[in-house]
């Protein structure tokens, strides 16, 4: 199995760390999405979708990442445990429920203010407007309390007691703004708690290798800076989506 990741990239990161973590045999194929890999000749013929992770099983391809983890996790089904990806139709449903959630929660407004904080000064030349980011940042405010209310509650894990594909999405998300320097878990005490549950069942070595690109997100300018005719191509959506 070929996996085409880059760990800035939370989705790749969760393919990355449950692949890991179940002992799920893979080839790292890296991408970097900063210095416009996706956009080459080569990847072109992998995915048409031009994004990752992609996963490569033999001659079966597939994209996006929840699609991924459910398809590692269910051929792997005799050596992942269960909790990951529940057999029980009930759990399995609340796996699927927060997946399905996320997308367009805490996954859209976590990615927006990552983006406005760390790329949009390097692709546009000026700071976010404050009207956007102030409301991004409560956008991904209603996200974390709904997180918190409605998924977490006053459980161990988002399904329970042990923690399953739902927690790991989660966390890579969450993690996405933090690499922009914001501290998302001020005055939250219960996403601390189960952030470090989450880091324990993951190991905190892997934890801290999967997440060093973002943590490190500064150095994204740079590397960014150097072929200008990227920036050029990213400029217009960024003009779509924030101005």
């Known amino acids: 199995m070929e996996l085409y990741l880059d760990l800035v990239s939370q989705p ?14 893979f080839e790292f194929k890296p991408v970097d999405l900063a210095a416009g890999d996706h956009f080459s000749e080569e990847f072109g013929k992998i995915s048409i979708l031009r994004k990752v992770p992609v996963m490569k099983d033999g001659s079966f ?11 590692m996790a269910q051929k792997y089904s005799s050596s992942v445990a269960d909790n990951w990806y529940p057999a029980g139709l009930q759990q399995r449903a609340c796996v699927n429920e927060y997946l399905a959630w996320q997308h367009t929660n805490l996954r859209l407004h976590g990615s927006k203010v990552f983006l406005l904080r760390s790329l949009f000064p390097i692709i546009m030349g000026s700071e976010a407007p404050k009207e ?17 209310e409605k998924f977490l509650q006053n459980r161990s894990f988002i399904v329970g007691d042990k923690i399953s594909l739902a927690d790991l999405v989660a966390i890579v998300e969450i993690m996405q703004p933090v690499g922009s320097g914001l501290d998302v878990f001020e005055g939250r005490p219960k996403l601390i708690a ?9 190991g905190e070595k892997l934890f801290d290798e999967a997440h060093a690109a973002i943590m490190n997100a500064s150095s994204l300018p740079q590397k960014m800076m150097q072929d200008k005719s990227k920036l050029e191509m990213l400029k217009p959506r960024f003009q779509r989506l924030f101005i």
Do not use: H
């Open 12 to 25: 790749c990161r969760s393919v990355f760390l449950f692949a890991k973590v179940a002992g799920i045999p």
């Open 61 to 71: 391809i597939l994209t996006e990442s929840v699609a991924i983890l459910k398809y």
């Open 132 to 148: 956007k980011m102030d409301a991004a940042l409560e956008d991904l405010k209603q996200s974390l309390n709904q997180l918190e």
């Open 194 to 202: 189960w952030r470090e549950r989450v880091k324990k069942a993951l």
